[in-house]
């Protein structure tokens, strides 16, 4: 599994990455067998405290972001009985670009370039912002450019895209 560990205004050292990768490894193997990878984020909370923010990707179930509450109920459903789960309109989206040619050349900014690889890892844009230290409205404007620059519609085809151009 691969294991992100960041800090946002704190110093994550070598003992504290070796010890939360460990526990997130026997955590995700306990519970989520299909665990592809983990963003764990530390930070400053309020009153002097620390908050951990926890972020595992598992290939159990895929529904597009606007499904309805029915689908996601039995996508829930079929993984908590240790079935998969491929949303039909998902499915759809995924065989369409399937057919699409994907060779194109990438000509991206470092910062496009992260972007596209935390998003490839299913990170929302405030989780984007915070890694990377910029602000929502930046990575809006990043996203915007990525979809222009490689003709792409939605982050699905973004991931789908980074990954099959090994920027993941």
């Known amino acids: 599994m ?22 997130l490894e026997s955590i995700a193997e306990k519970f989520f067998s299909r665990t592809i990878s983990a963003q764990v984020t530390f930070g400053l909370a309020p009153h002097s405290g620390f908050r951990c923010d926890i972020v595992c990707h598992v290939t159990a179930g895929l529904i597009l972001k606007g499904a309805g509450g029915d689908i996601m109920l039995k996508c829930l459903e079929r993984v908590m009985d240790g079935e998969q789960w491929l949303d039909r309109d998902a499915m759809h989206q995924i065989v369409d670009q399937l057919g699409k040619p994907v060779e194109r050349p990438l000509e991206l900014t470092r910062r496009e370039t992260e972007v596209a690889r935390l998003v490839s890892f299913g990170s929302r844009n405030k989780e984007i912002a915070r890694e990377l230290d910029i602000s929502e409205g930046t990575v809006k404007m990043h996203l915007h450019n990525l979809y222009e620059k490689l003709k792409v519609t939605s982050r699905t085809e973004l991931a789908i895209l980074v990954r099959d151009k090994g920027l993941s």
């Open 2 to 23: 691969d294991i992100r560990i960041s800090g946002h205004q704190v110093d994550t050292g070598e003992a504290l990455q070796k010890h939360v990768s460990s526990r």
